[in-house]
């Protein structure tokens, strides 16, 4: 089974950027690359998710590597809302596609 | 915006007794999933649910858990007898499905259910 890699845990000073790194060097040419966070005392929420080419959306860019065997999830500019754990996954769980989370980066944000 | 929304919030119960938790999924979604996290752990995937059975499911879902999707909006989890391990928050998750496995999912607020 893939696996993911990411650290335990990240510091951020508010309105700075944020590179959240996700080591992946066991994915096969099929999994895709999704990240999710979990807000404290909330379910997971979705963030955002690739396969090859680097993704946009409003809540975050996703940089894939060439080779794929890693990805960052850039958070533009970090603000206090933004503290949680991220979670890198690769759905290869099943076909109906149930994520396996690992313990994921756990960001704090400082003011 | 349209949420997954869970019922109750929290649950406590007696060990050995049956708990139901409801879940009403986005209304178009086909796909539906259970997710628990017991304090301070993973989130560990349990079952999911499409066209009315289970697709895959945990080592974790035992003969002592179901689901059921008993009307076109609501999904449920059923415990048959608790045990004081089964004390953890319960999250149910619903997606469109799509392609491979290329689809994201959306997860409610959980119901945190306690075995005492």
């Known amino acids: 089974d893939a696996k993911t890699t990411q650290p335990n845990s990240m510091e951020s000073n508010e309105e700075e950027p944020v590179h959240l790194p996700c080591n992946h060097s066991t994915i096969s040419g099929t999994d895709y690359i999704h990240w999710y966070r979990q807000l404290p005392s909330q379910g997971p929420e979705y963030v955002i998710h690739g396969l090859t080419s680097n993704v946009n959306n409003r809540m975050a860019s996703l940089a894939i590597a060439e080779d794929r065997k890693s990805s960052t999830l850039i958070l533009h500019r970090a603000t206090l809302r933004d503290a949680a754990v991220y979670y890198c996954i690769l759905n290869y769980g099943g076909s109906q596609g149930n994520l396996i989370f690992g313990k994921g980066t756990k960001l704090s944000v400082k003011p | 915006e349209p949420e997954v929304t869970q019922t109750p919030s929290h649950q406590v119960t007696q060990m050995g007794q049956e708990v139901i938790l409801r879940c009403v999924p986005i209304s178009n979604h086909l796909y539906f999933y259970w997710y628990r996290q017991i304090l301070g752990q993973k989130v560990e995937f349990l079952v999911s649910?499409?066209?009315?059975?289970?697709?895959?499911k945990s080592e974790i879902f035992d003969d002592q858990f179901s689901v059921e999707r008993p009307d076109g909006s609501n999904f449920t989890l059923k415990i048959r007898s608790t045990k004081l391990e089964d004390s953890a928050m319960y999250f149910c998750?619903?997606?469109?499905?799509?392609?491979?496995?290329?689809?994201?999912?959306?997860f409610g607020p959980g119901t945190r259910l306690t075995v005492t």
């Open positions: 649910f499409y066209n009315n059975e289970i697709s895959e």
């Open positions: 998750a619903s997606g469109t499905g799509g392609w491979a496995r290329s689809y994201e999912q959306y």
